[in-house]
């Protein structure tokens, strides 16, 4: 062993004579890292030597620091009435001082931030001073009322007392016993919300058959689904059973299904060539066609494949699309599929009775998600889940290692309570039952309704707007708060009676027409919204809503649309 190493072990147990304290674990791991486990072995040795000579080592001193190194109570009373103070204050400029979409370049941080963390601890005052000259430059402002991009999540205030609270509770509520009211809450939540949305029974909590989970987003709904559903499809089976079955397993979407359920198939070991994308058009507003689903499962039957499960969207990411879960759900149910429904966008605009009929067939659906943190003003991250059939989510996430007795309890196996590390992929989880209950009390059914209505009152405004304006078309009807249109190509604007289609050279003049509108749009600061593309075609997406957004702001947002749409059209005359 270097001679070097060698001094430093005798001076680090010179200090722990001299002191009476014993720093072996100390040093052991500290050279373990740097030279190996010999140095480990002389370091232990050479800690016994110094015991033996009757200099009996006491435990270890408590360190302490100078209090003002840390936050005192006291301190986290007064940053935390400032940071209260703070979050008002940035919302309340968010529409007319600071561009909607953030400006910065790639890497900016690296280029302002030091490369290492302090040695020392800095004031919290300066911390805050780099939040504002730092970090919010680099923020797209997602609570802004000139956001219109993605669909537009809500955080309302009760919310963000909820995760404070949470915060400072600070449980992990992996099991009932870990934390009850953890459990408990969110059993209640979801039971709370299926009622509200007038699901079938089977999916609450009481039935004692389904239930409801909180998962983080849709996309580890979409893979918890899938988890369960190929459970039941390989329950009973062999070893060898079970891998035949798992080449032949088929999932079943459209093209306008999102792609987190691509990226679940990946994840759980399905056969990408077993993943069917099916075809929608904009004849039928981009649903999923039934015969369409029929005929592709009865193909994959007759080539000796095992379909496992198919996706329906209530309210696709591109032009909210709904699918009929009545038909599809008869189709899955006739041929045991598995029928996943992904209403993350547009589920809780059924909590609305006039569209409670777009849930019609849930009594066909295996499993359901919604995200409360786009439509239910609770932060992200709160996507609600239900299984009409608990038993197979379960069969499909149980793990009870002999090793980790710590996991095991009375409470547990006594089978009266949930455990809800057994309904997701992570063992840990966060309280986020306590922000969805806030909201729910602080707002009520009322308050819900009201500000979902709001969100369609404007869409159908603009929609209206976009309409009568001979620049442009509605490319789907509108159903919820998503409008899509887009600018029309010059020659048909000039000439509104020429039904002549556009030649494939006039299409893609249209689409980069659109490009260009939707980019001068985005730099000006003044509002934020994307695009898709439907058919082949470039297509622009303005999605209403937030609490914050008023009839004045799609006004504003329509105003800097027409006002650019202008511009461009008079330089291609």
Known sequence: INAEYMGTVKRIIEMSESKLVSYSHVFSHLLSAVVGGAAVVLARRLTKSCCSKKALCKPPVPVTRPIDLYMSPEDFRKHGYAMVDWIISYRSRLAHTLPVRSTVSAGYLSRILPSEAPQTGEDFSAIMKDVDNVIVPGITHWESSRFFAYFKPTCSYPSILGEMLSAGFNAMGFSWISSPACTELETLCLDWLAKMMDLPETFQSTSNKGGGVIQGTAGEASLCALLAARARALDGLSSAGRAERMSKLVVYVSDQTHSIVEKACKV?????????????????????????????????????????????????????????????????????????????????????????????????????????????????????????????????????????????????????????????????????????????????????????????????WLEVAIRDDVRFELWVTRTLSLVCFRLKHPRLISDSNNTNPLTEEEEKECDNLNKSLLDMCNRSGKIFFINTVLSGRIVLRLACGGLDQSHLDVEAAWSTVSYFADFLLAKSI
């Open 268 to 460: 759980a070991g399905i056969d990408m060539h077993n993943f069917r994308i099916l075809p929608t058009d904009r004849e039928h507003s981009y649903s999923l066609q039934p015969s369409t689903l029929e005929n592709a499962i009865k193909q994959d039957k007759e080539r000796g494949l095992y379909p496992l499960m198919a996706v329906g969207t209530m309210g696709t990411t591109s032009s909210t699309a709904m699918d009929d879960f009545t038909a599809l759900g008869k189709i899955c149910q006739d041929n045991l599929v598995w029928l996943h429904a992904d209403a993350a966008y547009g589920g809780f605009f059924t909590i609305c009775p006039e569209y409670r009929h777009y849930f019609s067939g849930m009594e066909y659906v295996d499993s359901l998600s919604i995200n409360a943190h786009k439509s239910l003003m609770v932060s992200f991250d709160c996507s609600c889940m239900w299984v009409q059939d608990r038993k197979w989510l379960i069969k499909a996430m149980t793990l009870v290692p002999e090793h980790e007795q710590y996991l095991q309890n009375d409470a547990t196996k006594s089978g009266l309570v949930i455990d809800y590390k057994d309904w997701q992929v992570p063992l840990g989880r966060r309280f986020r039952a306590l922000k969805l209950w806030f909201v729910l009390r602080s707002f009520g059914i009322d308050g819900i309704q009201d500000h979902l209505y709001s969100k369609i009152t404007y869409a159908r």
